[in-house]
C-alpha cells in the first residue's frame, strides 16, 4: 500500500463525495431547491477547495485563507475551465458537472499525493472551538431572520408600488413567411379589466371584441391574410370604458 | 511575522511525543452576535425608507440614511475598541460587508435594473443560450472579452437550475463576504494588528463605489476578491521571514499563476491596477534595497529584512509579472478590440476634459452636481467634510511610512503612494467625463487610504481610562460615519440613491413595468438581435431581456439619436434608418416630461446633452406615428415600438 494511500483525508473524501452526489442529483433531474442545494457548492465552493488542498497541504496557511482560496479557485475553475470547455462543447449542465467534478477529483489526488510527501502534514490542530452556549448562534439566526425580512418587505415594496402602474400592452406582428398572417394580442398588466378589440382594415371594422382579462392575463389571436389583406394597413384599436386605450398599425405589404 | 503565519508554520514543530495537546482556545465573538442583531435592525430601517421612496413619502429620507448610520456606526466603533478579540474582528469586517451588500440588494429585490447588471444578464443568457462566453455585448463593449463572471454566473444557474437574477444574487453576496475577510487579513498582515486591519476595512467601506457599484452583478465586483486573493498570495510569497527555502514554493507559484489567469479573464482595469500595484511594491523593495547597499554595505534590518532576496523573483515582481503575462496574453489574445473600445474612451474622454479645464476651453463641473441633479446644502457640507479628512490623513500617513516606527517597510511605503492618488481622483470630478474614471478608480485607492487610515488611527494615544478610551472612540466613529456617508453621496447621483417614482433619464429610476413589457415583447416576437433604437434606460432592457441589440454613435457623421430629436421625420433620418440598418425604433412618451436627469436622454455624447433647458418636443416623437412605411407593432401608452422593415424598403 501507498503512503499516500495510508493516509486519511476526510476533506477531500467529503469534497469528492459531493461531486459524486452531485453527479447522481442531476442524472435524477430532481430539479427545485433540493438539487439547487446538492450543486451549488459544487460550483461555489468545492472544486476551489480541492484545489486549495492540492496547492497548499494542511497547516501550511489558516483556515480563513483556505475559506478565501476555495472560493476564489471556484471562480477560477468555473472561469478557466468553462473557457477551455467551451472550445470542445458547448457548456451546458451535463459539461459543467463532467467539467466541475474532474476539477474536484483531479485536484483532490495531488493533494493527497502531496499530503503523502508533505513533511508537514502529522500537525496537530490549532484550530479555535465554537464559542461557547447557544447564545451567540441564535443572534446569528434571528440577524440573518431580521435581514431576510427585510428583503421581503423591500420586495414588498416593489411589488405595491408596480401595482399602482395598471396597464395594458397591444401588439400585432406578421407571421415570418405567413403570407400576411398577422399574429396579435393584449397583455393585462393590472387588475381585472375588460377592453373592446377593433379590428379595422380598407377603412371598415372587420371584427369587434369583447376582451375580459384577470391580472397578467394575455389574449392572443391569429388574423389571417382575409382579414389582414383588406387595404394597405391594419389598425387593432383597444378601447377601455369605451375611450381609445391603445392602438396599433402595420404596414401590410402586397402580396 | 504575523501571528497567523506564526500559528501556520509553528505548528508542525510541535513534538510529536509531547503529553496531551491543550484543547483549543474557544473563538470569542465578543459583542459581534449582538451588533449583527443591529446591523440588521438598519437593513429594516432601509427597506422601510426605500418602500416609503417608492410612494414619494417624507420619511423615505431620515429612515434610510438612520439605517445605513445604525449598520455602520455601531461596528465601527466596536472596531476601534482596544478590547475586541481578532476573531471578533473579523467577525465585523465580515459582517459589515454582508449588510452593506444588503443595502444594495434592498434596492431592487425582485431584479436587475443597473445598467451594468443588465449588460452582465444579457451576457450570460447568452452563453447559456448559445454556449458562447464571448459574444458581442451591446450594452457594454468590455463584457464580451472578459466572461469570468459570466461562466461562474452560468454555471451555477444551470447546475442549480436557477435563474440567473438569483445566481448573480449569490455570487456577488458571497465574493462581497470573501472580500471583506481577504481584505482584513490583508491589512493584518502588512500591518502586524488586527485592529488597524478592522479600521482599514471600515476606511475600505467608505469608497464611493462601495455601496453600489461595487455591490452590482458586474464583472468588476467579481475581480476585487480575486484581486484581494492575488495579494493574500502575494503577501505570503513575499514574506521573507518566515520560510523555509523552497517552502511550498511550488503551491505558491501554480496558486499565483491560477489567481492571475482568473483575474485577467475576468476584468481589465483591475488586472492592470493590480500588476501595476505589484510592480509598485517590488520597486520599492528594490529602490531600498539600492540605498542600503549604497550606505554602508549594511545587511538587512528591520521588521522587513527580506530584501536580502531578489524581489522581482522571490517577491511581489514574479506575481506581477505573472499577471502581466496573463493580463497581456488575453489582450493580445481575444480583448484587445473591446477593452481599446471600453476604457479608451473613458481614459480619453477624462484626459480631453482636463487640458479643457487647465486651458480654460471649457467651464469645469461643479462638484456635487450635474445635469439637472442638484444635492441638498446638508449632502453638499456631508460630501466635503468626507473629502478633507482623508485629504489630512494622506500625508501623514506618507510620513508615517517613510518615517516612522518600523519604517522603512516597502509594502507600507507602496500602499501609501496608492493612497496619494486620492486627491488626484478628486480633481478628476471636477469635469463630466473625469467623474466616471475617479469613480473607477476609488476601489484601488481605497486600499492604500485603508491602510494608511488603519495604521495612522490604531497608533493614536489610546491610554488613559475607559471613560477616555469611549469618548475617542465615539468621535472616531462619527468622523468615520461621515466620511462613509459622504463617501455614498460623492460617489452616487441624488436620484439614485433610493428608488423612487419614475424619472426621465433617471437609469434605475427610469426602469419601470412598461419597458419591462416592451423587453418582455421583443424577447417574444421580435427576431432575436434585431438592430434598435432606444433611449438610455430602455436600451439596457430591450438589450437585456429583449435580446435586441442597441445602435447608438454616429453614421456618415450623423448622431443616431437625431431620428428621435428631429421634429419632423426627413430624408436625413430615412438615411440614417436605412444605412445603419435600423430594424426598430422604440419610442417611450414620457421623454417629453421633463429634461434627462442624467443629463442625456440616449447616450453621453448626443448633441446638447448636459445642457437640455427644455424637455424633448412632443412633436418629435408623435413624427413616428405618421410615417409611411412604419409599423406601430407594440403599444403599451408609455412606449411604442415601430418595425421599420416597410421604410426600408422603400
Excluded at chain 2, 444557474?157 to 445566481?167: A, E, N, Y
Excluded at chain 2, 475617479?438 to 481605497?446: C, D, G, T
Excluded at chain 2, 478610551?469 to 460615519?481: E, F, S
Aim: glycine share 10%.
Amino acid at each position: 500500500m501507498s503512503r499516500a494511500r495510508g493516509i486519511r483525508s476526510p476533506d477531500l473524501a467529503a469534497a469528492c463525495g459531493l461531486a459524486v452526489v452531485g453527479l447522481l442529483v442531476s442524472m435524477a433531474s430532481l430539479g427545485g431547491w433540493l438539487q439547487a442545494v446538492v450543486l451549488a457548492p459544487l460550483v461555489l465552493a468545492v472544486p476551489g477547495y480541492a484545489i486549495a488542498a492540492a496547492l497548499f497541504p494542511p497547516w501550511t496557511i489558516e483556515r480563513a485563507d483556505r475559506v478565501i482560496y476555495s472560493f476564489v479557485f471556484s471562480i477560477g475553475a468555473a472561469a478557466l475551465g468553462g473557457l477551455a470547455l467551451q472550445t470542445v462543447v458547448d457548456p451546458d449542465r451535463g459539461a459543467w458537472l463532467a467539467l466541475l467534478a474532474l476539477i474536484t477529483f483531479g485536484a483532490s489526488a495531488v493533494a493527497q499525493s502531496r499530503r503523502a510527501v508533505s513533511p508537514i502534514q502529522h500537525a496537530p490542530g490549532q484550530s479555535s472551538r465554537l464559542p461557547a452556549g447557544p447564545h451567540w448562534a441564535v443572534a446569528f439566526l434571528a440577524a440573518l431572520a431580521i435581514a431576510g425580512g427585510a428583503i421581503a418587505i423591500a420586495a414588498g415594496g416593489v411589488h405595491e408600488q408596480q401595482s399602482h402602474r395598471r396597464f395594458a400592452s397591444l401588439w400585432a406582428v406578421p407571421v415570418p413567411g405567413g403570407g400576411g398572417t398577422v399574429e396579435a394580442g393584449v397583455w393585462n398588466h393590472g387588475g381585472p379589466a375588460s377592453y373592446t378589440l377593433e379590428v379595422r382594415s380598407g377603412g371598415t371594422t372587420i371584427e369587434k371584441l369583447r376582451l375580459r382579462l384577470s391580472p397578467s392575463q394575455q389574449w392572443r389571436a391569429t388574423l389571417g391574410p382575409e382579414v389582414s389583406s383588406r387595404g394597405p394597413a391594419l389598425l387593432l384599436a383597444l378601447y377601455h370604458d369605451s375611450t381609445p386605450y391603445r392602438s396599433v398599425e402595420l404596414n401590410i405589404e402586397e402580396p | 511575522m504575523s501571528s497567523l503565519d506564526a500559528t501556520a508554520r509553528t505548528a508542525p514543530r510541535t513534538q510529536p511525543g509531547s503529553r496531551r495537546p491543550r484543547r483549543p482556545p474557544r473563538l470569542s465573538l465578543g459583542l459581534a452576535p449582538l451588533l449583527a442583531l443591529v446591523a440588521a435592525t438598519g437593513l429594516l430601517m432601509v427597506a422601510f425608507g426605500n418602500n416609503a421612496a417608492r410612494l414619494d413619502l417624507r420619511e423615505a429620507q431620515p429612515l434610510f440614511w438612520g439605517g445605513l448610520i445604525v449598520v455602520y456606526a455601531p461596528i465601527v466603533l466596536r472596531l476601534f475598541s482596544v478590547s475586541a478579540s481578532r476573531e471578533e474582528r473579523m467577525a465585523l469586517a465580515v459582517m459589515l460587508g454582508g449588510a452593506l451588500y444588503v443595502v444594495k440588494v434592498l434596492y431592487e429585490p425582485t431584479g436587475f435594473t443597473l445598467h451594468d447588471e443588465l449588460a452582465t444578464w444579457r451576457q450570460t443568457s447568452d452563453l447559456i443560450l448559445s454556449g458562447q462566453p464571448l459574444s458581442e455585448n451591446p450594452i457594454v463593449t468590455g463584457y464580451a472579452g472578459f466572461p469570468g463572471l459570466e461562466l461562474f454566473t452560468a454555471a451555477l444557474s444551470q447546475l442549480g437550475d436557477l435563474r440567473i437574477f438569483l445566481s448573480g444574487t449569490i455570487v456577488i453576496g458571497l465574493a462581497r463576504l470573501t472580500l471583506m475577510a481577504a481584505l482584513f487579513l490583508f491589512l493584518e498582515r502588512a500591518a502586524g494588528s488586527s485592529r488597524a486591519a478592522g479600521i482599514g476595512v471600515a476606511l475600505y467601506a467608505c469608497n464611493p463605489s462601495f455601496l453600489y457599484f461595487d455591490s452590482q452583478f458586474g464583472y468588476e465586483s467579481l475581480a476585487l476578491v480575486i484581486a484581494a486573493a492575488l495579494l493574500l498570495a502575494t503577501l505570503r510569497w513575499s514574506d521573507p521571514t518566515g520560510a523555509e527555502p523552497g517552502w511550498n514554493a511550488a503551491g505558491l507559484v501554480v496558486a499565483m499563476g491560477l489567481l492571475s489567469a482568473t483575474l485577467a479573464v475576468t476584468h481589465h482595469m483591475t488586472s492592470y491596477a493590480m500588476a501595476g500595484f505589484l510592480g509598485l511594491w517590488a520597486l520599492t523593495i528594490a529602490v531600498g534595497d539600492a540605498r542600503r547597499s549604497r550606505r554602508a554595505g549594511g545587511g538587512p534590518s528591520g521588521p522587513w529584512p527580506a530584501v536580502a532576496r531578489d524581489p522581482w523573483v522571490y517577491g511581489p515582481g514574479l506575481p506581477a509579472f505573472l499577471l502581466a503575462l496573463a493580463a497581456g496574453g488575453w489582450f493580445v489574445l481575444e480583448a484587445s478590440h473591446v477593452t481599446t473600445a471600453e476604457l479608451g474612451g473613458v481614459f480619453k474622454e477624462a484626459v480631453e476634459s482636463i487640458i479643457h479645464l487647465i486651458t480654460g476651453d471649457s467651464g469645469s463641473k461643479t462638484l456635487f452636481q450635474s445635469a439637472g441633479q442638484t444635492n441638498t446644502m446638508a449632502a453638499r457640507i456631508l460630501g466635503v467634510a468626507s473629502i478633507v479628512p482623508l485629504l489630512i490623513m494622506i500625508p501623514l500617513g506618507l510620513l508615517r511610512t517613510w518615517r516612522g516606527k518600523d519604517a522603512p517597510n516597502p509594502l507600507w511605503r507602496a500602499l501609501a503612494i496608492i493612497a496619494l492618488f486620492y486627491p488626484l481622483t478628486m480633481l478628476l470630478r471636477f469635469t463630466q467625463a473625469g467623474t466616471e474614471t475617479s469613480q473607477r478608480a476609488s476601489e484601488f485607492v481605497f486600499l492604500g487610504i485603508a491602510f494608511v487610515g488603519g495604521l495612522l488611527l490604531d497608533e493614536l494615544p489610546w491610554r488613559g481610562d475607559r471613560a477616555r478610551r469611549l469618548r475617542l472612540g465615539l468621535a472616531l466613529t462619527a468622523l468615520t460615519t461621515v466620511i462613509f456617508l459622504g463617501g455614498f453621496i460623492v460617489g452616487e447621483s441624488p436620484v439614485t440613491r433610493q428608488p423612487g417614482s419614475f424619472l426621465v433619464g433617471g437609469e434605475t429610476r427610469a426602469i419601470t413595468p412598461q419597458g419591462v413589457a416592451a423587453a418582455q415583447f421583443a424577447a417574444e416576437r421580435l427576431p432575436a438581435g434585431s438592430r434598435v433604437l432606444v433611449d438610455r434606460p430602455n436600451s439596457t432592457l430591450v438589450s437585456s431581456y429583449g435580446h435586441l441589440d442597441r445602435v447608438s454613435g454616429s453614421i456618415e457623421g450623423i448622431s443616431v439619436s437625431r431620428v428621435f430629436t428631429s421634429e419632423r421625420f426627413d430624408a436625413i433620418d430615412q438615411r440614417v434608418i436605412s444605412n445603419d440598418a435600423i430594424d426598430y425604433i422604440v419610442v417611450d412618451r414620457r421623454l417629453t416630461r421633463e429634461t434627462p436627469a442624467g443629463g442625456f436622454y440616449f447616450e453621453s455624447t448626443e448633441p446638447g446633452a448636459n445642457s437640455y433647458e427644455e424637455p424633448l418636443g412632443v412633436a418629435s416623437l408623435r413624427k413616428f406615428n405618421h410615417v409611411q412605411g412604419l409599423s406601430r407593432v407594440f403599444d403599451n401608452g408609455a412606449i411604442a415600438i415601430y418595425d421599420t422593415s416597410g421604410l426600408r424598403s422603400k
